[in-house]
């Protein structure tokens, strides 16, 4: 990910801890105590209110261990969800490089679904419990500031199951809201509580020297009782009787000893920048609009003004707290108008987009907000951060929410995303209520246009359902975005109804708008249907697609990289180019598996290798790799409709490819258990012909005949994904089967006409081997012209060599009990008979000799680890000679995100559990 798309999740000085200050007083003993939690304990709490100096003691005391103890520090904020801390999680665990297995970014976009937050619990403690070095401990900072539940509950659970190179420290003004007491009896706690962190007279002593001052120490001692802030404020002020022992003392005590006494302006600058969280020389001038921050700040370090200085690029100082506090209450006496403007001006040089809406919402400026959320959410869903930019949506007002345009607009993108249709209708329906009240033209042109565009993508293939009021003219003066989901709808339309031409025309059309808009994710509301594939009158679109998409891509945008990569590799497996298919699959699957196998990913990159793979010879194996994939899209998307029933209708599409009866039934009950009846209206043709499919099975031919015939009549000239040419086929055996061979004949030459004109050969491999087997004899062969001859031999180039073909029969035969060398002697039979006088270039013929090979990729793979491709073996060297991931991503000029799957594919080739492990393999494998 961009630094641009890091930036929207949360501010980089959140994982940035403080710096010590000089002149600090050495509290040896209280360091060595807390210094053996951090080195020892599952957790080191930090237990006071405001003022003690546990953070500051935390600091002292990783600066005091520095040479045996790595640390991560999170600043806790009120507006912290699960998703953002998580997020904080990763970016500060970066230095170490932690060897993830999946994309820790795409595990936290996944939080939000049902398996989410445990799937990001296990890969977040296996990266911990895998990472080389010193024992680490991971610092929360303010945790009395968190106030989300679920947070809150995945805390203690995290705490729970640490790894033992791993530690927590909580830095808080009250306990966690969870017991501790296994924790104590089990002595993993180490607590320090405000008896610990109270100064004794030795540190009033050595404070008021290092100070100049000549107090009575008795007398500080006495009034503050031994409250840090407190001693700090009674050494530096003039008063000698007030009590300065509570935070409501301290801010008083500020008010009316400091601030009141303070330069006005300073003053004023104080409170002005006081609704930033850090104050640097940019952000307050653009607050306050004075040129003199620079001297501001050199005034309130001269004057030890109760901050900390963060570790960052430029100054940035962090007001404690309490002054915070005294400094707000002071802001709040201004007009409210003057408040507000305080915000707005804090937003404007706001890098954080969530700091940026909370700072334009908290000014009122509610149009902003929705314009800067309307900007940001859709760069977080194509960057696969979808959780994040409902988190963020959750930040308005219900009186907003409800009336706005734009934010139902993107609620309902959202509910596209998850491929949830009804929602999307419903949203974007609302979205058009409320630019009518607001008589906003162009964002009901848009709201339509989505509406419109739904209705299509609901209807069946060869049914156009449409509703004219959503409908919208393609007028020269819609915006671009308009226009493009216009043209996509037109296209879909035409596209369902076999209008090929038109349908091509429009994409293009549709594809030209998206360099006119600055919005990614329009690339992913614009892709292809997986029904496009298997069309040759559609691969230029697709092709066009498949290139402008991984121009835009980049690393940035994976979600989008890897259904690029799958569509490019599902073209090369239509045009019979198996080998360089698989490269590109198997690269489109790493991404999807490094992005946590988002649902509309699969389909384009698992669908296509599961059928190369089948194609192969490998239809066990990948069968079983495609259900794991299903039960993950289950578990994460719930269990009915097309999230999961879709890959179990291809599972069953590869049985037949196969001419496996066991692999077969076994989707078909898949597909009884998660179709649901819905969607079973919605995709009626495939629905349809999985009933068919199960009454050929069943040597129902009667019932098997009528529902191969609906399907017929549902698709028309439309061969979506080989369904015409298959169907015809299948039914063309079921006729021969039935005594009919003229009618199986008469189905066989549609076949191979729907093929020659706008097909593919693969087409005819849905129907399986032994329905080709049967077209392809000479009682059907004399009928054929010279054209349906040629068509035939280029199917023939699909079906495996004799000696794969028996040997996969022979495994057939041991599961299902299907019969092997009959079939295999006919296939040849057959095939030498045309093979003698006909030769066709319809599509690259398959090289038998290559069914069943590793992919391109595994071949050229350095032949002492067998499975690691070249580049791996680049990275892997740099990771031996201890490079980090920074370095690696320099030296061969990478993302680091790219170097980051690069060492999760390592690690899972070379079964190490740590990048150490992964250098120690290579090693010895140079001997």
């Given at each position: 990910?961009?630094?641009?798309?890091?930036?929207?999740?949360?501010?980089?000085?959140?994982?940035?801890?403080?710096?010590?200050?000089?002149?600090?007083?050495?509290?040896?003993?209280?360091?060595?105590?807390?210094?053996?939690?951090?080195?020892?304990?599952?957790?080191?709490?930090?237990?006071?209110?405001?003022?003690?100096?546990?953070?500051?003691?935390?600091?002292?005391?990783?600066?005091?261990?520095?040479?045996?103890?790595?640390?991560?520090?999170?600043?806790?904020?009120?507006s912290?969800?699960?998703?953002?801390?998580?997020?904080?999680?990763?970016?500060?665990?970066?230095?170490?490089?932690?060897?993830?297995r999946?994309?820790?970014?795409?595990?936290?976009?996944?939080?939000?679904?049902?398996?989410?937050?445990?799937?990001?619990?296990?890969?977040?403690?296996n990266?911990?419990?895998?990472?080389?070095?010193?024992?680490?401990?991971?610092?929360?900072?303010?945790?009395?500031?968190?106030?989300?539940?679920?947070?809150?509950?995945?805390?203690?659970?995290?705490?729970?199951?640490?790894?033992?190179?791993?530690?927590?420290?909580?830095?808080?003004?009250?306990?966690?809201?969870?017991?501790?007491?296994?924790?104590?009896?089990?002595?993993?706690?180490?607590?320090?509580?405000?008896?610990?962190?109270?100064?004794?007279?030795?540190?009033?002593?050595?404070?008021?020297?290092?100070?100049?001052?000549?107090?009575?120490?008795?007398?500080?001692?006495?009034r503050?009782?031994?409250?840090?802030?407190?001693?700090?404020?009674?050494?530096?002020?003039?008063?000698?009787?007030?009590?300065?022992r509570?935070?409501?003392h301290?801010?008083?005590?500020?008010?009316?000893?400091?601030?009141?006494?303070?330069?006005?302006?300073?003053?004023?600058?104080?409170?002005?920048?006081?609704?930033?969280?850090?104050?640097?020389?940019?952000?307050?001038?653009?607050?306050?609009?004075?040129?003199?921050?620079?001297?501001?700040?050199?005034?309130?370090?001269?004057?030890?003004?109760?901050?900390?200085?963060?570790?960052?690029?430029?100054?940035?100082?962090?007001?404690?707290?309490?002054?915070?506090?005294?400094?707000?209450?002071?802001?709040?006496?201004?007009?409210?108008?003057?408040?507000?403007?305080?915000?707005?001006?804090?937003?404007?040089?706001?890098?954080?987009?969530?700091?940026?809406?909370?700072?334009?919402?908290?000014?009122?400026?509610?149009?902003?907000?929705?314009?800067?959320?309307?900007?940001?959410?859709?760069?977080?869903?194509?960057?696969?951060?979808?959780?994040?930019?409902?988190?963020?949506?959750?930040?308005?007002?219900?009186?907003?929410?409800?009336?706005?345009?734009?934010?139902?607009?993107?609620?309902?993108?959202?509910?596209?995303?998850?491929m949830?249709?009804?929602?999307?209708?419903?949203?974007?329906?609302?979205?058009?209520?409320?630019?009518?009240?607001?008589?906003?033209?162009?964002?009901?042109?848009?709201?339509?246009?989505?509406?419109?565009?739904?209705?299509?993508?609901?209807?069946?293939?060869?049914?156009?359902?449409?509703?004219?009021?959503?409908d919208?003219?393609?007028?020269?003066?819609?915006?671009?975005?308009?226009?493009?989901?216009?043209?996509?709808?037109?296209?879909?339309?035409?596209?369902?109804?076999?209008?090929?031409?038109?349908?091509?025309?429009?994409?293009?059309?549709?594809?030209?708008?998206?360099?006119?808009?600055?919005?990614?994710?329009?690339?992913?509301?614009l892709?292809?249907?997986?029904?496009?594939?298997?069309?040759?009158?559609?691969?230029?679109?697709?092709?066009?697609?498949?290139?402008?998409?991984?121009?835009?891509?980049?690393?940035?945008?994976?979600?989008?990289?890897?259904?690029?990569?799958?569509?490019?590799?599902?073209?090369?497996?239509?045009?019979?180019?198996?080998?360089?298919?698989?490269?590109?699959?198997?690269?489109?699957?790493?991404i999807?598996?490094?992005?946590?196998?988002?649902?509309n990913?699969?389909?384009?990159?698992?669908?296509?290798?599961?059928?190369?793979?089948?194609?192969?010879?490998?239809?066990?194996?990948?069968?079983?790799?495609?259900?794991?994939?299903?039960?993950?899209?289950?578990?994460?998307?719930?269990?009915?409709?097309?999230?999961?029933?879709?890959?179990?209708?291809?599972?069953?599409?590869?049985?037949?490819i196969?001419?496996?009866?066991?692999?077969?039934?076994?989707?078909?009950?898949?597909?009884?258990?998660?179709?649901t009846?819905?969607?079973?209206?919605?995709?009626?043709?495939?629905?349809?012909?999985?009933?068919?499919?199960?009454?050929?099975?069943?040597?129902?031919?009667?019932?098997?005949?009528?529902?191969?015939?609906?399907?017929?009549?549902?698709?028309?000239?439309?061969?979506?994904?080989?369904?015409?040419?298959?169907?015809?086929?299948?039914?063309?055996?079921?006729?021969?089967?039935?005594?009919?061979?003229?009618?199986?004949?008469?189905?066989?030459?549609?076949a191979?006409?729907?093929?020659?004109?706008?097909?593919?050969?693969?087409?005819a491999r849905?129907a399986?081997?032994?329905?080709?087997?049967?077209?392809?004899?000479?009682?059907?062969?004399?009928?054929?012209?010279?054209?349906?001859?040629?068509?035939?031999?280029?199917?023939?180039?699909?079906?495996?060599?004799?000696?794969?073909?028996?040997?996969?029969?022979?495994?057939?035969?041991?599961?299902?009990?299907?019969?092997?060398?009959?079939?295999?002697?006919?296939?040849?039979?057959?095939?030498?008979?045309?093979?003698?006088?006909?030769?066709?270039?319809?599509?690259?013929?398959?090289?038998?000799?290559?069914?069943?090979?590793?992919?391109?990729?595994?071949?050229?793979?350095?032949?002492?680890?067998?499975?690691?491709?070249?580049?791996?073996?680049?990275?892997?060297?740099?990771?031996?000679?201890?490079?980090?991931?920074?370095?690696?991503?320099?030296?061969?000029?990478?993302?680091?995100?790219?170097?980051?799957?690069?060492?999760?594919?390592?690690?899972?080739?070379?079964?190490?559990?740590?990048r150490?492990?992964?250098?120690?393999?290579?090693?010895?494998?140079?001997?």
């Amino acid at each position: 990910m961009s630094a641009s798309t890091e930036t929207l999740s949360f501010a980089r000085t959140k994982i940035q801890p403080p710096r010590l200050r000089a002149g600090l007083i050495a509290r040896s003993e209280l360091i060595e105590r807390i210094g053996e939690g951090l080195l020892y304990a599952r957790l080191t709490l930090l237990s006071a209110p405001g003022g003690f100096g546990k953070t500051c003691a935390v600091v002292q005391t990783l600066s005091a261990n520095a040479a045996t103890l790595r640390s991560v520090w999170i600043g806790c904020d009120a507006s912290d969800t699960l998703g953002r801390f998580a997020n904080a999680v990763v970016a500060a665990l970066d230095p170490f490089d932690p060897p993830w297995r999946s994309s820790p970014e795409a595990l936290v976009a996944a939080l939000d679904s049902s398996e989410g937050q445990r799937v990001f619990h296990d890969a977040l403690v296996n990266a911990l419990s895998a990472t080389d070095g010193n024992r680490g401990v991971i610092v929360l900072d303010d945790f009395h500031r968190l106030n989300d539940d679920t947070l809150l509950q995945f805390i203690p659970s995290l705490l729970e199951s640490m790894p033992d190179n791993w530690g927590f420290a909580i830095v808080s003004r009250e306990d966690p809201p969870w017991s501790l007491v296994r924790l104590r009896l089990a002595k993993e706690l180490v607590e320090i509580r405000h008896d610990d962190l109270r100064f004794q007279t030795s540190d009033i002593n050595e404070l008021a020297k290092q100070g100049g001052k000549t107090a009575s120490i008795e007398d500080v001692l006495a009034r503050t009782d031994g409250w840090a802030v407190g001693v700090a404020l009674a050494l530096s002020s003039e008063s000698k009787g007030s009590l300065v022992r509570s935070e409501r003392h301290a801010i008083e005590y500020l008010q009316s000893e400091v601030l009141a006494h303070l330069p006005s302006d300073l003053q004023s600058f104080l409170i002005q920048s006081s609704v930033l969280p850090e104050l640097t020389a940019p952000r307050t001038a653009a607050v306050t609009g004075r040129n003199d921050s620079d001297a501001c700040l050199d005034e309130i370090e001269r004057r030890g003004l109760f901050f900390q200085q963060v570790e960052s690029q430029e100054r940035a100082l962090r007001l404690h707290d309490i002054f915070r506090e005294a400094l707000a209450q002071s802001r709040e006496k201004l007009p409210p108008e003057a408040q507000r403007a305080l915000w707005k001006r804090a937003a404007e040089s706001e890098p954080d987009a969530t700091r940026r809406i909370e700072y334009l919402i908290a000014s009122e400026d509610y149009e902003s907000a929705v314009a800067e959320y309307a900007h940001s959410a859709p760069r977080l869903m194509a960057a696969g951060q979808s959780s994040l930019a409902r988190a963020m949506l959750k930040r308005f007002p219900k009186s907003i929410s409800e009336t706005s345009t734009d934010l139902a607009i993107l609620r309902g993108l959202m509910a596209w995303e998850s491929m949830n249709i009804r929602l999307m209708i419903e949203e974007m329906k609302t979205a058009l209520i409320n630019s009518e009240k607001s008589g906003d033209a162009a964002r009901q042109q848009l709201a339509k246009s989505y509406v419109s565009l739904a209705l299509a993508n609901y209807a069946p293939i060869g049914e156009i359902r449409f509703d004219e009021r959503y409908d919208v003219a393609l007028e020269d003066t819609i915006d671009p975005r308009t226009r493009a989901i216009v043209l996509l709808k037109h296209a879909t339309r035409a596209f369902d109804t076999a209008n090929f031409r038109e349908a091509n025309a429009r994409y293009n059309e549709a594809l030209a708008q998206v360099p006119k808009v600055d919005d990614p994710s329009l690339w992913l509301q614009l892709l292809p249907a997986a029904g496009y594939l298997g069309l040759r009158e559609l691969e230029p679109l697709i092709s066009r697609y498949s290139s402008g998409a991984l121009g835009i891509a980049g690393e940035d945008y994976p979600t989008l990289r890897a259904v690029a990569m799958g569509l490019r590799g599902a073209m090369g497996l239509w045009r019979g180019e198996l080998d360089h298919a698989r490269a590109m699959l198997e690269e489109a699957v790493s991404i999807a598996a490094w992005i946590n196998h988002p649902m509309n990913v699969c389909f384009y990159t698992h669908v296509p290798y599961l059928l190369c793979r089948t194609l192969q010879g490998e239809i066990d194996v990948a069968s079983e790799e495609m259900r794991r994939i299903a039960e993950h899209v289950i578990r994460t998307y719930g269990s009915k409709g097309m999230a999961s029933w879709y890959f179990y209708w291809i599972e069953l599409r590869a049985a037949l490819i196969a001419d496996r009866e066991d692999i077969a039934r076994r989707a078909i009950e898949s597909i009884r258990a998660t179709l649901t009846a819905d969607e079973a209206e919605r995709l009626k043709g495939p629905a349809t012909a999985i009933i068919g499919i199960e009454a050929m099975l069943d040597q129902r031919y009667g019932d098997a005949r009528g529902c191969f015939a609906r399907v017929l009549a549902q698709y028309g000239r439309n061969d979506a994904h080989g369904m015409t040419t298959a169907t015809r086929l299948l039914l063309a055996k079921i006729e021969l089967a039935s005594g009919a061979s003229q009618q199986a004949i008469s189905l066989a030459k549609e076949a191979l006409a729907t093929i020659r004109a706008r097909g593919y050969p693969l087409s005819a491999r849905f129907a399986g081997a032994s329905a080709i087997i049967a077209i392809s004899q000479p009682e059907f062969t004399r009928h054929y012209s010279e054209d349906e001859r040629e068509t035939l031999l280029a199917v023939q180039r699909w079906l495996p060599s004799t000696q794969s073909s028996a040997k996969h029969d022979h495994q057939a035969t041991a599961q299902a009990g299907n019969r092997a060398s009959p079939r295999a002697a006919r296939l040849d039979d057959a095939r030498s008979d045309l093979a003698e006088t006909h030769s066709l270039d319809l599509a690259k013929p398959v090289d038998a000799t290559k069914v069943g090979h590793q992919s391109y990729a595994s071949e050229i793979a350095h032949e002492a680890t067998g499975l690691i491709s070249p580049r791996e073996m680049e990275v892997l060297s740099l990771i031996a000679a201890g490079e980090s991931n920074k370095i690696i991503a320099r030296r061969l000029d990478l993302s680091p995100h790219t170097v980051k799957r690069h060492v999760a594919n390592i690690l899972g080739k070379l079964n190490a559990d740590s990048r150490g492990q992964a250098a120690a393999k290579f090693r010895e494998l140079l001997g």
